[in-house]
């Protein structure tokens, strides 16, 4: 069974950065394509980025490109989300996703939370005007 664990969530000034980790047990983490969701309550989870399996390939939101950059350790098993700037409307939780495949390249495909086969618990993220 696959566990994603995010941490590095909190709260944070307008105009800061968080680096988000995701760290992965229980399977062969270098087989997955990840992803970063986020969500705020009455909303609909909202796609951030995604990565391919050796970090090589990535794809962001238009909402949320320049701002943030996703990364992978398959020696440490996590997968990071860094994000800038931040503004208060990113207020939200923040999940890690595993896709259970490896790809080479990754589109807009993998900005749909279906395809997704294992979450974590997210982490808060709070921006502060």
């Known amino acids: 069974q696959v566990q994603l664990v995010e941490s590095g969530g909190g709260l944070v000034q307008a105009g800061g950065s968080l680096r988000l980790s995701c760290a992965s047990s229980?399977?062969?983490?270098?087989?997955?394509?990840l992803g970063w969701f986020r969500q705020t309550p009455g909303k609909e989870r909202e796609f951030v980025a995604a990565?391919?399996?050796?970090?090589?390939?990535?794809y962001y939101s238009n909402s949320m490109k320049g701002r943030c950059t996703i990364s992978r350790d398959n020696t440490k098993n996590t997968v990071y989300l860094q994000v800038n700037t931040l503004f208060p409307e990113d207020t939200a939780v923040y999940s890690c996703?595993?896709?259970?495949?490896?790809?080479?390249?990754?589109?807009?495909?993998?900005?749909?939370?279906?395809?997704?086969?294992?979450w974590g618990q997210g982490t808060q993220v709070t921006v502060s005007s």
């Open positions: 990565i391919n399996w050796n970090g090589k390939t990535t």
């Open positions: 996703a595993a896709h259970l495949g490896p790809r080479d390249s990754i589109g807009p495909v993998f900005s749909e939370a279906g395809l997704y086969d294992y």
């Open positions: 229980g399977g062969t983490f270098s087989l997955y394509t």
